[in-house]
C-alpha cells in the first residue's frame, strides 16, 4: 500500500523501474497502489518497487496488448484493463487476465479502449476508436452499444467519457463534437463545432471533460480552446480559461484547483478563486516540463499529484508545501540556474536579496521571488573562487576571494572596487 507522503518531486522513467516513459495514463486502486499504462506493459507501483505486467505470446491468460490506455476498479472490485487489444479483467489473486467478450452484428473491431469509467449506476462505460461506445452491466455483464449505424451518437471515435452530477454521460469524440445521453429518457444531444456560431465548441477534437465547482461543464479541446457549457443558456463559452492552448487533459483536485495537460505545452493549475493560471516548472535538473505532453492527471490519497508525461515517464508531485526550496543547476530555466560549482557562501542583503559565493564560477544574486538576477565572473568581477560575502553597517557589501583580496562592491555603478 503507498501510504508515505514525499516532500519533493519524485520522478520515474524507464532507467528506474518504470517499463516505459511512453505513460498514457495513470490511476490509484483502493489499496493504493499506483497503476501506470505504458506502451510497453502495465505497471504498479506499491511505494517502493514496481512490478510489470506484459503480454507473453501463446498466453490467452497474460496481458492482451502491451499498449496499455487505461484502467479502473470497480465498486464491486473487478479491475477493468484497457488496451488497443480490447478491455480484459485482471483477476489481482492470481495475476491472470480474462478477456471481456465483446459483439455487435457486423462489428469486430472493439479494440482501442482509452477511457473506462463507472457510472453512479454501476455501469461500466467503453471507449473505443472505431465502435463508439459500450456499457456494460457489472453484474450480468450485457453489453449496450452505442454507435452511428444504430443510434444518434456524433461519431464511432471516441476518446473520453463523464458523468455529470445529473447522471448524464457527456462523449467526447476525435472528430465531431460531444454526444450527451440522457439514460433516463433514452435521447442523445449533439454538440459540435460551427465557424459560424461562437456559442459552439470550437474544436470538434475532444479529449477530457469535467465538471466545475459552479456546475459548468468543461471541455478540453486539443486544437482549440477550453469551452464550457452552461445548463441555462444551453450553449459554450469558448476560451473559457484563456490562453492555454492543445488541453489534453483536465483534472480538479481536492482544494479545487484545476490542473490542465496540454499536449506540448506543460502542466497548468487554473485557481477557480481568482482566475489566474501559472505554469508548473520543475526542480529536477533532468526534467524539462515546458514542452512536456501531459496525457494524465490524477491525486492520490495523500493529496499528491501524479501527472503522465507521453514519451518521458511519471511525475509524483507533493501538494504539501514543501519546507525546502532547491536553487541549483537547472539547465531548463536559465533564472533558476546557479550553475554546478559547489557555494562556499551566503548573505541576505538589506534589500532581501541574496548574494551567493561559489567555488569557481563567482557571484550569483537573487531577486526577492529568489530567482536570478545578476552573475558576477570573469571579466566583470575576475575572482571564481568566493570564500566570504560580508554586508556592514552603511549597507556596503564585502566580498572576501581566494587569491585575489578584498572587493567592495560600488552598487551605484554596479562594479566592485579591489581593496
Not at 524507464?14 to 516505459?20: E, K, R
Not at 473491431?109 to 454501476?122: L, M, Q
Amino acid at each position: 500500500m503507498l501510504t508515505s507522503q514525499a516532500n519533493t518531486d519524485k520522478f520515474f522513467g524507464s532507467n528506474n523501474q518504470l517499463s516505459n516513459s511512453h505513460v498514457n495514463y495513470i490511476y490509484q486502486d483502493r489499496k493504493g497502489y499506483i497503476w501506470i499504462c505504458t506502451e510497453n506493459g502495465l505497471n504498479l507501483f506499491d511505494g517502493i518497487k514496481f512490478k510489470v505486467f506484459t503480454h507473453i505470446a501463446n498466453d490467452s491468460t497474460s496481458l492482451a496488448s502491451n499498449l496499455v490506455l487505461s484502467v479502473l476498479e470497480d465498486r464491486s472490485g473487478n479491475f477493468w484493463v484497457g488496451t488497443t487489444d480490447g478491455v480484459q479483467i485482471l483477476n489481482r489473486e492470481t495475476g491472470q487476465f480474462q478477456k471481456v467478450n465483446l459483439a455487435y452484428r457486423n462489428i469486430t473491431n472493439f479494440n482501442y479502449i482509452k477511457c473506462i469509467t463507472e457510472d453512479s449506476n454501476g455501469h461500466i462505460w467503453l471507449s473505443t476508436n472505431h465502435a463508439g461506445v459500450i456499457r456494460i452491466d457489472e453484474k450480468s455483464m450485457n453489453a449496450v452499444y452505442y454507435m452511428q449505424t444504430n443510434s444518434n451518437i456524433c461519431s464511432n471515435k471516441i476518446n473520453t467519457i463523464y458523468e455529470d452530477r445529473f447522471g448524464n454521460i457527456w462523449i467526447g469524440s476525435q472528430d465531431n463534437g460531444i454526444s450527451v445521453l440522457n439514460i433516463d429518457n433514452h435521447t442523445i444531444d449533439n454538440y459540435a463545432c460551427d465557424p459560424a456560431d461562437k456559442n459552439s465548441l470550437s474544436s470538434n477534437k475532444i479529449f477530457s471533460i469535467i465538471e466545475e465547482p459552479s456546475g459548468k461543464i468543461l471541455v478540453a479541446t486539443i486544437d482549440g480552446t477550453i469551452d464550457a457549457f452552461d445548463y441555462n443558456t444551453r450553449s459554450f463559452q469558448r476560451n473559457y480559461i484563456p490562453s492555454i492552448e492543445r488541453a489534453y487533459t483536465l483534472y480538479t483536485d481536492s482544494k479545487k484547483n484545476l490542473w490542465i495537460g496540454t499536449d506540448g505545452d506543460g502542466l497548468k493549475c487554473y485557481n477557480f478563486s481568482d482566475k489566474t493560471v501559472s505554469t508548473y516548472e520543475s526542480e529536477l535538473i533532468n526534467l524539462d516540463m515546458r514542452e512536456a505532453k501531459v496525457h494524465s492527471i490524477f491525486e492520490d490519497k495523500q493529496h499528491n499529484i501524479w501527472v503522465a508525461l507521453y514519451q518521458k515517464g511519471v511525475l509524483m508531485i507533493p501538494l504539501k508545501d514543501k519546507i525546502f526550496k532547491n536553487i541549483g543547476f537547472n539547465p531548463f530555466y536559465t533564472n533558476k540556474n546557479i550553475g554546478n560549482e559547489c557555494c562556499l557562501t551566503i548573505l541576505e542583503d538589506h534589500n532581501h536579496e541574496i548574494w551567493i559565493g561559489t567555488d569557481g564560477d563567482g557571484i550569483y544574486k537573487l531577486d526577492t521571488d529568489r530567482k536570478v538576477k545578476a552573475h558576477y565572473k570573469d571579466p566583470q568581477f575576475a575572482p571564481d573562487v568566493v570564500l566570504s560575502i560580508f554586508e556592514d553597517s552603511h549597507n556596503r557589501i564585502w566580498i572576501g576571494t581566494y587569491l585575489y583580496g578584498l572587493y567592495l562592491y560600488d552598487e551605484a555603478s554596479n562594479r566592485f572596487i579591489k581593496k
